[in-house]
């Protein structure tokens, strides 16, 4: 996609992201402090250097990091052991409340920075907790450093493409797309580069069936032509074709990656595929 055109999409996103959120300075403010006591702790700088990466942050400050669209007022990391405890020590540190919940399989903190405001942290530990991809996971193959946009402050994150998957297949049970704003950010990071692939692939890889993979399409499709008949306006019409021939990448990806577990997920979504032609 040519520079002009992804400079009007991100313009654009930026305005649509102001208008549907309303924003928490408060809020905002707490979640980078405390952000920054974890990622600056002893323990987790350390493992982090040694490629040990105990904690990444998962959800809308992941997206925040990568494109700059709008702050969230939570925090949703994926963690190891190692990291679980380091949460924990900080959590009885500071008096901070901890509680399981067994149905969307996490664990949630409920912390305080110091001027009292209460943030919600949700935690996916290793081994334990539900993601499209086991947390140990996120951490040894699917994270990067950076930096949150207006700060200094480092995070590790799950990388792009791991993160579009996700949003994708956390729109499964409703009948539009999670957070579009944020998918149709991330995926302006993409285009046109062959990094549509390896959501693909991780999808096709993590799917537990056929129809999280048909509705994980699906969802992507409809927002995409959102984006084309100009519901997300995003400007520039010669990145129109940019985001049509991504479809149409991410049906054949999503094809080729459930054809190589050798099972049956690749024929049906391949015969949907032809019957939506």
């Not at 409920?110 to 996971?137: C, F, H, N, Q, W």
Request: aromatic content about 6%; charged content about 25%.
């Amino acid at each position: 996609m040519p520079r002009s055109a992804k400079g009007e999409i991100g313009n654009a996103l930026k305005a649509k992201a102001s208008q549907a959120v309303t924003s928490d300075v408060a809020k905002e403010r707490a979640c980078l402090e405390i952000m920054s006591q974890i990622f600056n702790r002893q323990e987790v700088r350390e493992a982090d250097s040694g490629n040990m990466p105990m904690i990444a942050v998962i959800g809308g400050w992941a997206v925040f990091a990568k494109c700059g669209l709008r702050k969230s007022h939570d925090i949703d990391v994926a963690v190891s052991e190692g990291g679980w405890t380091v949460l924990q020590e900080m959590a009885n540190e500071n008096g901070w409340g901890i509680n399981y919940n067994p149905i969307l399989k996490k664990h949630e903190i409920k912390a305080k920075d110091t001027s009292g405001t209460e943030v919600d942290i949700d935690v996916y530990v290793e081994r334990r907790d539900r993601l499209l991809m086991p947390p140990d996971d996120v951490l040894s193959e699917h994270s990067v450093r950076g930096v949150i946009p207006y700060s200094k402050q480092w995070i590790r994150m799950v990388d792009t493409e791991s993160l579009l998957a996700m949003k994708l297949v956390l729109s499964l049970d409703s009948t539009r797309v999670k957070d579009p704003i944020d998918v149709a950010g991330l995926v302006t990071l993409l285009v046109p580069t062959p990094d549509m692939h390896k959501v693909g692939t991780i999808l096709s890889k993590y799917a537990k069936d056929f129809t999280t993979l048909k509705n994980s399409l699906n969802h992507f499709s409809g927002l995409m032509e959102e984006m084309i008949k100009g519901t997300i306006t995003f400007g520039g019409v010669e990145a129109q074709g940019e985001i049509k021939q991504m479809i149409e990448g991410l049906e054949l990806e999503l094809v080729e990656g459930a054809l190589r577990r050798n099972d049956e997920l690749g024929n049906r979504l391949l015969g949907d595929i032809f019957r939506r032609q």
